[in-house]
């Protein structure tokens, strides 16, 4: 598959450019058999759950689909993983749903993750989203090649990324972009893990 090739024939989705775009980014490492986690899975399995909620759990199914790859999405409520069961639909071969808490998984996977899309909890309680979502960075056993954090605010990151993207960047990552509500960014294997 050609990178070209990923905006054109990929899923619909509410975050559909952005998820393409860090998909692309990912492609263009060249990394076979890509390993994807998602944290907070796809919540509503109605059409119109694709434009509110996203549907990335089912972009990501269909990437690993079309390279071999593998898909963890990882969500405490058993209510969205039996949507995301639902929305995954024919790439369901490539995803685990894994019903647990994100912060007690990430230090049981041995892989190292390729492109990891934080997409956690969220809502009225800031503080609580950006402290889960730094424990979260915190958890992995490895940096992951990419990093894709939804609902965040230019330029202080805030609500999800608030206090996990300045740690990050300050670990050695580098920012790629910021588009909307979400930013990419990219682990440089030249730096010390």
Not at 44 to 51: H, N, Y
Not at 105 to 110: E, R
Not at 159 to 171: F, N, R, Y
Request: hydrophobic share 45%.
């Amino acid at each position: 598959m050609k990178t070209e090739h990923i905006h054109l024939l990929a899923p619909a989705s509410g975050r559909r450019d952005t998820l393409v775009a860090a998909l692309e980014a990912l492609h263009e490492l060249g990394v076979e058999h890509p390993y994807l986690v998602e944290i907070g899975t796809s919540r509503d399995p109605t059409p119109a759950g694709c434009l509110a909620d996203g549907w990335g759990t089912r972009m990501l199914g269909w990437y690993a689909s079309q390279t071999e790859g593998a898909v963890v999405s990882i969500d405490p409520a058993w209510k969205a993983c039996r949507s995301a069961h639902q929305v995954v639909g024919e790439f369901a071969s490539w995803v685990t749903i894994r019903q647990e808490y994100a912060e007690k998984v990430l230090p049981t996977l041995s892989r190292r993750i390729d492109l990891l899309y934080m997409d956690g909890p969220h809502g009225n309680d800031y503080a609580f989203s950006a402290r889960i979502h730094l424990e979260f960075y915190r958890a992995l056993r490895c940096k992951p090649r990419l990093v894709l954090f939804d609902d965040i605010k230019d330029p202080t990151f805030g609500v999800k990324g608030t206090l996990a993207v300045p740690a990050m960047i300050a670990d050695g990552y580098e920012l790629l972009w910021v588009r909307g509500v979400q930013a990419l960014l990219r682990w440089s294997d030249k730096v010390a893990a």
